[in-house]
């Protein structure tokens, strides 16, 4: 597996090529216990089925990439990845205005990107997070007694270099004190391209809310997606629902962007 670069850590990716010449890239960002493997084939069926190239990576203390060092992350730690991280990941792979394909921390990544005016042509948000809810932390703490008294830790070793590490620095952060306060509403506001969002109505990590509060704050088109039968992960649990959904957004924006062209021309 190649790896590069970012924010001072070494990270594993992974690219799909698939031809997609002159259509935006599609950068899949992964929940917080997640990695490359963990999204089995949907980014592949997603980039053939849009006709986009992709690439899927782990951020750092996840997957093959480098094993977190420090004893545990800041509560700022979803900022640092999207403010500094992700920039400089999609500089060195000469990435411009893609768009983001997020699941839980992966797609709040995505809005701090968005919303601090990093260009993106669009967001595919899966199960965001854009303040706490207490579904969220009670789930976490039944995922650590969870973790400490079954094979989870064994199941994740299946695609973490350091499963124990990894499921810490998630569960520890989002169990801080402090962190029922982490809020990033803030950035809403400064999103301004197209969103897709999508959240299952069984979600063990959250409620309609997030979905609400993003829908009613961001200046770009937003479309919300609320699936039956689903829990905190639709690629997984409505896998076809959701990548169908993910696809009609995807050729909506390329669509929009040949008219807009065709339209320059025209004037030209």
């Not at 997603?46 to 899927?56: D, E, K, Q």
């Not at 109505?201 to 770009?220: P, S």
């Not at 829990?231 to 959701?242: K, L």
């Amino acid at each position: 597996m190649p790896t590069l670069a970012a924010a001072g850590h070494t990270l594993a990716y992974e690219w799909i090529e698939v031809g997609g010449e002159g259509r935006p890239v599609l950068v899949f960002l992964h929940e917080g216990l997640g990695s490359i493997r963990q999204w089995r084939d949907f980014p592949e069926r997603v980039a053939r089925a849009s006709g986009c190239n992709a690439l899927v990576y782990d951020r750092y203390g996840y997957g093959q990439s480098d094993v977190l060092v420090e004893a545990r992350r800041s509560i700022r730690f979803m900022h640092e990845e999207a403010l500094e991280a992700l920039p400089q990941l999609l500089a060195t792979l000469e990435i411009d205005a893609p768009i983001l394909v997020g699941h839980s921390d992966g797609a709040s990544i995505a809005l701090i990107h968005a919303g601090a005016g990093h260009p993106v042509r669009g967001l595919a948000l899966m199960a965001p997070h854009v303040f706490v809810e207490p579904i969220c932390t009670e789930s976490i703490v039944e995922a650590r007694q969870q973790f400490e008294t079954t094979d989870l830790a064994q199941r994740l070793g299946r695609y973490h270099r350091d499963p124990r590490k990894t499921f810490y620095l998630w569960a520890d952060v989002w169990l801080d004190p402090e962190f029922p306060g982490w809020n990033i509403e803030e950035y809403l506001p400064g999103v301004d391209c197209p969103l897709l969002v999508i959240q299952g109505y069984d979600d063990q990590y959250g409620t309609m809310a997030q979905l609400d509060a993003i829908e009613r704050q961001v200046r770009g088109p937003c479309e919300l997606v609320k699936l039956e039968a689903c829990g905190h992960s639709p690629f997984r649990d409505q896998a076809s629902a959701a990548q169908d959904a993910i696809v009609r957004f995807v050729n909506a924006i390329c669509g929009a962007s040949a008219q807009a062209r065709r339209r320059r021309s025209d004037a030209a």
